[in-house]
């Protein structure tokens, strides 16, 4: 950041900016905390020195801040994966169902930017699609900010609700599949390599709500990668140059997902062993009739206020997941 050229990249500049404020917070927590144990053992040589048993009771309060503290932290160690700290792409797909499953994706979308919105992550909508009575058939963002891709890597997959229709007369209990896509953003990175040449990039005019010149020229991007047959498009930027440049981010990060599904899937053939997911394979069921609750079914964790849930409060689930991807590695 000190050096005289830093600058002349304005979006660079930022990006750099932001992940070194986010650097310095979290090593002001790690200071704080060592702070506090040095606190805690000065209070607990006092109170064993001068056999003083009026300070117990505060040394139980420290001793309970300590721990609070400990637990925060504790989270953080848990992102350890190679893209943990990076920003995410994040797709919400509705399932087969209609206006209900297109209901549960919008209802979805709402889970993910309430999680952000409590974790300091900035949400950016690049592209979406309407659904035509209520809700949206998909949705494509950004999610940017320190760890938001260890953040949000526990909600990719299928997610099931079950409740009583609000779209249905009769008031009959419906199941509703919608799928949920994180991928790490990767940038620039090396191993995704994309040639001119390979892409073929159209324009079209903007749909949605509009705004300056967003729905008078022919602004949006859809830009398909021809080896790979991959389609990604952006329409929420103002200028056509901003939205390729966010496409190009997005076909980045499909790439580098898809080239580590190919990875994978050669080494499953030559273990002999390979079975692909199905659309059917909920990783997390929602089920707000006849009872209420929430299981996610990969580390079985529960909570019981659905409410909640879908409100944004995931960390639970996060925590779990993460904690069990460690103990798979072990």
Not at 181 to 210: M, N, Q
């Amino acid at each position: 950041m000190n050096t005289p050229a830093f600058w002349n990249d304005q979006n660079k500049a930022k990006e750099v900016s932001r992940n070194a404020e986010r650097l310095r917070e979290e090593l002001e927590l790690w200071e704080n905390f060592s702070v506090k144990v040095d606190d805690l053992l000065e209070v607990a040589n006092i109170s064993q020195m001068e056999n003083d048993e009026s300070l117990h009771d505060e040394i139980a309060r420290k001793l309970a801040a300590f721990r609070r503290e400990f637990e925060k932290l504790e989270f953080f160690v848990l992102f350890s994966g190679k893209y943990d700290a990076n920003d995410a792409v994040v797709t919400i797909h509705a399932g087969t169902g209609g206006t209900e499953a297109q209901d549960w994706a919008e209802m979805l979308f709402r889970m993910i930017s309430r999680y952000c919105e409590k974790n300091s992550l900035e949400v950016q909508i690049i592209d979406h699609s309407r659904g035509s009575e209520a809700g949206i058939k998909s949705i494509v963002m950004i999610v940017k900010g320190r760890y938001s891709y260890g953040y949000l890597k526990s909600e990719s997959g299928v997610h099931r609700l079950v409740r009583i229709s609000p779209f249905d007369a009769e008031k009959m209990r419906h199941t509703s599949f919608a799928l949920i896509e994180v991928l790490p953003e990767t940038g620039d990175v090396l191993d995704v390599k994309i040639r001119d040449e390979d892409l073929k990039i159209d324009t079209f005019r903007a749909g949605g709500h509009g705004g300056q010149s967003v729905n008078t020229t022919d602004s949006a991007v859809r830009i398909t990668h021809i080896p790979t047959v991959i389609i990604v498009k952006c329409q929420n930027e103002r200028s056509q140059h901003q939205n390729k440049e966010t496409a190009l981010k997005y076909l980045r990060a499909k790439l580098a997902a898809h080239n580590r599904e190919e990875h994978e899937k050669e080494k499953n053939k030559l273990r002999g062993e390979y079975s692909s997911a199905e659309w059917g394979n909920q990783i997390r069921s929602y089920v707000l009739q006849p009872y209420k609750m929430v299981k996610d079914h990969r580390t079985d964790y529960q909570e019981h206020d659905p409410d909640a849930v879908l409100d944004g409060k995931l960390e639970g689930f996060t925590e779990s997941y993460l904690r069990h991807i460690q103990k798979n590695k072990r």
